[in-house]
């Protein structure tokens, strides 16, 4: 019966899914994040928490977009698991607050109580951030039931042994060299026609629309695998960003990482051109390769012509070759940071982009 409705309806709900996905509209999505950034600001702890820090002493981790499943074939957090594991071990010795932005849980295509039966050590180590409250999380688009079933609460429960309340966004707030900083934290699928809009589209989402398409096995996560999309979500992300004065906005949901609003794929274009300059040839040819590279995987050169560095995206921890990406926030510098696998199949921190915070005032 289910091939033959796979047969039957993948198209049409193909089709309908383009219609009403994330497809990013600069309007909307303005909106809607400013919204919720103002919510936050004069009503914090109801949409989001407003969290003081000291830019010099006060340590943050921020990851996305685990997508943890079942361990089956559609499971595209398998391969990074001992990754994401690691990472977790060296940020609680290092006594950082984990921030866990958002679509952690693939509730699209299982029921929790199979994510719950086949992640047991994710959640285990996860739970060391919350004993000692140094842990918040946040709901994206592909774990939307976390904000909104109001019993939602009760699975979080039996894996982390307590309640967790469960926010769509949160504000660090610090002061760098004397002037403020504010830093808009949020899944980033604000302004999509699926995931945000009223209570009722938000309920035939995760109720209805996300159990669909998993009895169908008909994976639609669009983001994180259209290129073009990419370009366009983070581009009318970063524009939000730009409009704003010491005002960093920090994302996930599109699985491309983004450091002061420039792609890695950028950021070579940057490099190649300064090693022409300077008639670096041997710089300009390890470039040209890894451009190439990079383009055979599908990214796409967005047009941020003139940019103020104030987006970010933390990237994913599914990469299909175990990779995960995330922003650090300590010693008053922000990072990106990626943990991969060597040849011997053992984790390894590696940072790839950093400035001080006091660069981006």
């Not at 091939?3 to 219609?19: E, G, H, I, N, S």
């Not at 809009?197 to 159990?211: E, L, M, Q, R, T």
């Not at 990779?323 to 921190?349: C, H, M, P, Q, V």
Request: glycine content about 6%; charged content about 25%.
């Amino acid at each position: 019966m289910r091939k033959f409705l796979q047969k039957l309806l993948t198209q049409p709900v193909a089709k309908l899914a383009d219609r009403l996905s994330s497809r990013p509209d600069k309007k909307r999505v303005d909106k809607a994040l400013s919204r919720l950034y103002k919510n936050i600001i004069t009503k914090p702890g109801k949409k989001g928490l407003v969290i003081p820090f000291d830019s010099l002493k006060d340590k943050f981790i921020i990851f996305s977009d685990q997508h943890k499943g079942a361990r089956d074939d559609m499971d595209i957090f398998a391969l990074a698991e001992k990754n994401y594991l690691t990472a977790l071990n060296y940020y609680e010795e290092q006594q950082f607050f984990y921030i866990n932005l958002g679509d952690s849980e693939e509730l699209w295509e299982n029921l929790f109580i199979t994510i719950k039966k086949h992640n047991k050590a994710t959640f285990e180590s996860e739970k060391r951030f919350i004993n000692r409250k140094a842990f918040l999380k946040i709901f994206g688009n592909h774990d939307l039931y976390w904000g909104n079933d109001p019993l939602a609460g009760v699975g979080l429960l039996q894996v982390y042994g307590q309640l967790v309340k469960i926010y769509e966004g949160a504000i660090l707030q610090t002061s760098v060299n004397e002037k403020p900083l504010n830093i808009y934290l949020t899944h980033g699928h604000q302004g999509d026609l699926q995931s945000d809009g009223n209570w009722f589209s938000k309920w035939f989402v995760s109720d209805i629309w996300a159990p669909f398409q998993a009895y169908l096995k008909i994976n639609l996560n669009t983001p994180a695998n259209n290129d073009q999309l990419k370009t366009d979500h983070n581009r009318i992300m970063y524009e939000w960003a730009a409009e704003r004065n010491n005002t960093l906005l920090i994302t996930g949901h599109t699985h491309q990482p983004v450091f002061r609003s420039l792609t890695h794929l950028e950021r070579l274009y940057d490099e190649m051109a300064k090693a022409k300059r300077t008639n670096h040839t041997a710089a300009v040819a390890e470039i040209e390769k890894q451009i190439t590279n990079r383009n055979l995987k599908g990214d796409i050169v967005p047009d941020f012509s003139a940019y103020k560095p104030y987006y970010f995206n933390s990237g994913c921890c599914c990469f299909d070759d175990g990779d995960i990406t995330g922003i650090e926030i300590a010693d008053g510098f922000i990072r990106l940071i990626k943990w991969e696998y060597d040849d011997k199949k053992k984790s390894n921190r590696i940072v790839l982009e950093e400035c001080k915070l006091d660069e981006l005032i």
